[in-house]
Nanobody, 115 residues
Framework: QVRLVESGGGLVQAGGSLRLSCAASGSIFRNNAMGWYRQAPGKQRELVAINTSGGITNYADSVKGRFTISRDNTKNTVYLQMNSLKSEDTAVYYC?????????WGKGTLVTVSS
């Protein structure tokens, strides 16, 4: 089993920055993908950014140039640096780890951007 714990959410003004962290524990294999998704009120959950253990990174078009995903494999932790935040970035941000056909999710952390 895998447990994911997100942290770093909060309230920030538009134009500000936040850094989210997601620490994974449990049965984590060397080859995996860790990423961030978000779900705004009344909307479907969407991919924000994903990073594989092989170094492949992908971003949603809406966050390219503003958000940066990184990971520390020694700590099984993935980060999301969010800069130039906009009101439309307001959502619950979820961490996901995928490995060998199984997906594990964190409980989410709320990010609120005030305009």
């Amino acid at each position: 089993q895998v447990r994911l714990v997100e942290s770093g959410g909060g309230l920030v003004q538009a134009g500000g920055s936040l850094r989210l962290s997601c620490a994974a524990s449990g049965s984590i294999f060397r080859n995996n993908a860790m990423g961030w998704y978000r779900q705004a009120p009344g909307k479907q959950r969407e991919l924000v950014a994903i990073n594989t253990s092989g170094g492949i990174t992908n971003y949603a078009d809406s966050v390219k140039g503003r958000f940066t995903i990184s990971r520390d494999n020694t700590k099984n932790t993935v980060y999301l640096q969010m800069n130039s935040l906009k009101s439309e970035d307001t959502a619950v941000y979820y961490c996901k780890l995928g490995q060998y056909g199984s997906d594990f999710w964190g409980k989410g952390t709320l990010v609120t951007v005030s305009s």
